[in-house]
């Protein structure tokens, strides 16, 4: 005899908690605050810019091979100590570059950074969500993405002003040391990996049984095995569309110099990368909600549709500031789906079952996708001699993500739920 329960455990909340120390801490304080040290290191020791951001294309590409590596052994171990010790290792580096005089060092830093990140920059929170939340996992996402952006809205002025007063090096330490004292704390303390682990049930349960003896049934995961997915063409579209939303988000470092060259100004330009970032946070809230409400497929259209919006209106703006900012805000929703849409999308098309392994590809693919964007626009630029054919292409994309993301969302599940429906024929 069984009873029902509803609600699931609360513990998932603390994952949340636990999401916001091993990944909206490292990226947020230092990660998205990584362009503040740029100048002070090359007029320091007189380094060209190539030597002072080496490590900023290295961390991109080794994150990309490791990341399949990452995925296997968060399946197969606790992730606990794994996200424990990336974030550790991550920290101390950067608190090393402190005190890193030469440009080897700056690279062996991304070197690091590359391998620790391919553990909690893209895959470890989609994982623990994915398993920890079975109603409201958008909204989770939405939140944790929305402290990283607040948190790095908060952390670029203040270590501005450390540089400023104290000087890159103290800067730099002492971000470091306060990200790495927090992440690590909130990592250890708080990750889990599953509910089934700690006996309780994923948060949002509706029908979870009780067996007479009072032991807690647990909720049966379903999803595709990384073998089913590689079947399906709605993996590897799914592996392009987190690229080409990484390419849009990184197309934002690009406004400032179109706005500088152009009629609206180095003054827009500055004004649209603070209305990016605000459109980014209410994005993230916004998307992860509509996610829960509407469903992936209807939220991965608005976003591919707000991108693609955003942009062209920006480009038709001339010296219209108004106009140029409103495409910003719309450009800003679109650049927050990178971390909702895209691993939402994974959960809806191939389940939760092995999500670490199967979403380690697509992370993998947002990784490569980052290391050619800057190249690829700066290759444009020096190829034309302006920044418009780039503003098309990235358009273009955003209308590809809006044609793709509903066959994911119906093409995936197949691949799985139909070996699953044989397989109870055969029971049956």
Same mark, same amino acid.
């Given at each position: ?6 609600? $699931? ?100 830093? $991304? ?92 948060? $949002? ?23 089913? &997915? ?18 849009? &988000? ?83 929703? &679109? ?35 980052? $290391? ?31 044609? &793709? ?24």
């Amino acid at each position: 005899m069984t009873t029902k329960q509803s609600k $699931g455990s609360s513990y998932a909340w603390l994952i949340l908690v636990a999401c916001i120390g091993f990944y909206a801490l490292p990226v947020g304080i230092i990660g998205n605050t990584s362009g503040i040290f740029i100048k002070p290191v090359m007029d320091e020791f007189g380094w060209t810019r190539t030597e002072a951001t080496l490590y900023m294309t290295l961390q991109p590409w080794v994150g990309a091979l490791f990341t399949p590596l990452a995925g296997k052994l968060m399946a197969k171990y606790n992730p606990r100590w794994l996200l424990t010790a990336s974030v550790l290792v991550y920290g101390l580096a950067t608190i090393w570059t402190a005190y890193a005089d030469q440009p080897w060092q700056w690279a062996a830093y $991304g070197v690091i950074y590359g391998i620790s990140c391919a553990f909690f920059m893209f895959l470890a929170a989609p994982t623990l969500i994915s398993a920890w939340f079975a109603k409201g996992a958008g909204l989770a996402m939405g939140i944790a993405g929305g402290v990283l952006s607040g948190t790095a809205a908060l952390a670029s002025p203040i270590g501005q002003s450390l540089i400023a007063n104290h000087g890159w090096q103290y800067a730099r330490l002492w971000m470091g040391v306060v990200m790495t004292i927090f992440a690590t704390l909130l990592t250890v303390i708080f990750v889990r990996k599953s509910p089934a682990s700690m006996g309780v049930l994923p948060w $949002g349960a509706e029908t979870v049984a009780k067996t007479t003896d009072g032991a807690t049934a647990t909720v049966v995961e379903e999803g595709a095995t990384l073998g089913q &997915a590689k079947k399906s063409p709605a993996f590897y579209l799914l592996m392009l569309v987190g690229g080409l939303f990484v390419m849009g &988000a990184a197309f934002f470092q690009q406004i400032p110099s179109y706005a500088a060259n152009g009629d609206l100004g180095a003054t827009a330009g500055a004004m649209a990368v603070s209305i990016i970032m605000i459109g980014s946070m209410v994005g993230k809230f916004l998307l992860g909600w509509l996610s829960d409400l509407l469903g992936t497929k209807t939220t991965g259209i608005i976003a591919g549709v707000a991108g693609a919006a955003g942009l062209t209106l920006a480009f038709q703006a001339g010296s219209n500031t108004g106009m140029f900012y409103l495409g910003m805000g719309l450009f800003g929703i &679109a650049f927050a789906a990178l971390t909702i849409v895209t691993p939402m999308l994974a959960r809806q098309a191939f389940g939760t079952m092995h999500y670490s392994e199967v979403y380690s590809w697509v992370s993998t693919s947002i990784l490569v996708f980052s $290391g050619l964007a800057a190249l690829v626009y700066a290759q444009i630029y020096d190829i034309t001699g302006s920044l418009s054919p780039a503003f098309i292409l990235v358009i273009v994309f955003y209308l590809v993500i809006a044609l &793709a993301v509903p066959y994911i969302a119906s093409a995936g599940p197949k691949v799985w739920k139909t070996s699953t429906a044989k397989q109870e024929e055969l029971v049956g």
